[in-house]
């Protein structure tokens, strides 16, 4: 079975092709980055698969751990049943932020729960702490009971992620989850999703402008050019001159200005510490 498995799929927004013919098959557990220059089709991908957009009338299959999510540019009647698997991450906005961090994390639960108990904010003394637990596993204990907006930006991505582990979500699509990030904090963010994609099993698809850190932590690669997959294969092969070849001028955007890709050693390695990443504290250097 795939985790997620996209088929010819196309999607126009009035004339621009933002996916032409898109097909891509995900192993469950795998984590794979998904890179492109701006405007080649990432967001919408991800919107895709989590069934948040719909591709044309007549596009392909899209399926979720073998359920069809979309089919034809129709949502399936059951979509709502499947993205209770889904937990989606976006580069912003992932937090409601007035409310305490940790009923940010419970409404992972909605999906769960009877509508009645959502509503009216009654979740169990169990729920309330699988919440505390998750935010602490995901290193921001600390900050459950604060308002989400006094949180600093690589802290509301934890937080995010653990309102995916209370949501019991199987596939992890971010969208950029690091892109407003200072170093130390992508690396952080970078660090949980591993662990949670190496303890859990959870597929964790996530797009990034940030080459090094697809090589870092992500075995496998997927790279979109003006809504088409242009390379699909291992990390380890984003050198230089191949994403110079890949995407021309553009390929500036793929990397980070302090971070010289030539400097750079593949996935996982200790050889990371040139890029001024710190040394990795979970995942990053065992899986
Ligand atoms: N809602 C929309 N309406 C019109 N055009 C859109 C819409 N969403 C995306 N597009 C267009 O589709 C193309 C792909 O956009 P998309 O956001 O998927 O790219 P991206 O690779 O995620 O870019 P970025 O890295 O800048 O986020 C772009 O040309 C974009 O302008």
Redesign the pocket.
Request: hydrophobic share 30%; charged share 30%; glycine share 18%.
């Given at each position: 079975m795939t985790a997620i498995s996209v088929e010819h799929v196309s999607?126009h927004?009035?004339a621009?092709?933002?996916?032409n013919d898109v097909s891509l098959t995900i192993a469950p557990g795998e984590m794979v980055a998904l890179i492109?220059?701006?405007?080649?089709?990432?967001?919408?991908?991800?919107?895709h698969i989590a069934g948040l957009?719909q591709g044309d009338t007549g596009s392909g299959v899209t399926t979720i751990f073998g359920n069809v999510i979309q089919k034809n540019g129709r949502l399936a009647a059951d979509a709502r049943l499947l993205r209770r698997d889904i937990g989606v991450i976006f580069?912003q906005f992932n937090l409601v932020g007035r409310l305490p961090v940790i009923v940010n994390v419970l409404v992972g639960l909605l999906g769960r729960i009877p509508v009645w108990r959502g509503t009216l904010g009654l979740f169990t003394r169990a729920e309330k702490s699988a919440a505390r637990a998750a935010l602490s596993r995901v290193g921001v204990g600390e900050v459950a009971w604060q308002r989400a907006s006094t949180l600093s930006g690589g802290q509301q991505q934890r937080a995010a992620i653990a309102r995916a582990l209370v949501q019991r979500a199987r596939l992890l699509l971010a969208?950029?989850p690091i892109?407003s990030l200072d170093p130390a904090s992508a690396r952080r963010v970078m660090d949980t999703l591993a662990t949670i994609c190496r303890e859990d099993g959870i597929t964790v698809l996530i797009?990034l402008?940030q080459v090094e850190y697809a090589r870092f932590y992500c075995p496998r690669t997927i790279a979109?050019r003006a809504?088409q997959v242009v390379y699909d294969g291992p990390s380890t092969a984003l050198t230089t001159d191949f994403l110079t070849e890949l995407y021309g001028e553009a390929s500036d955007?793929l990397v980070l200005p302090e971070a010289p890709l030539a400097e750079t050693t593949p996935v996982r390695s200790a050889a990371s510490e040139p890029l001024g990443i710190p040394a990795p504290a979970t995942a990053a250097a065992t899986a």
């Open positions: 999607k927004f009035g621009r092709h933002a996916l492109g220059a701006s405007g080649s089709g990432k967001s919408t991908l991800i919107r957009d580069q969208d950029e892109a797009s402008h979109m809504g955007e």
